[in-house]
């Protein structure tokens, strides 16, 4: 849904599960995710840069959130912070596999000199 609305009408959406009675049972890895989809729902490209002391974790969801850091710097204009990402997670992410065309856009973006 994110992809698909506008940030004032994701805010219904964050509020109501912020607010929500099953709020108070969410872990802080969940509260997490919730404040990384804000983020990205609110195109705030600083907090979209969220993985300092992330964990291991399944591969689909943790290239999620390393593109999300990868697009937040390079919102900001940080080129070498989003290839700082990159050259860090790289290898979890793909070990020795080929970048997808996603990943190898973000990654030409970040290389670019200005």
């Known amino acids: 849904m ?7 009408e994701l805010e219904t959406v ?9 709020a108070r049972f969410l872990s802080l890895a ?6 990384l989809f ?9 907090a979209m840069v969220l993985l300092e002391n992330v964990q291991r974790m399944d591969p689909a969801p943790f290239r999620f959130l390393v593109a999300s ?26 070990e020795t596999r080929q970048p997808d065309l996603f990943f190898r856009l973000l990654t030409a973006e970040s290389m670019i000199l200005h």
């Not at 964050?14 to 099953?22: A, D, F, I, Q, R």
């Not at 969940?30 to 404040?35: L, V």
């Open 14 to 22: 964050w509020n109501k599960l912020e607010s929500g009675s099953c």
């Open 69 to 94: 850091g990868m697009v937040g710097s390079l919102m900001q204009g940080d080129r070498e912070g989003s290839l700082r990402l990159w050259n860090a997670y790289r290898s979890h992410l793909f």
């Open 2 to 8: 994110v992809p698909y609305l506008r940030p004032q």
């Open 38 to 46: 804000k983020a990205v729902g609110r195109r705030d490209a600083g």
């Open 30 to 35: 969940e509260k997490n995710w919730i404040a």
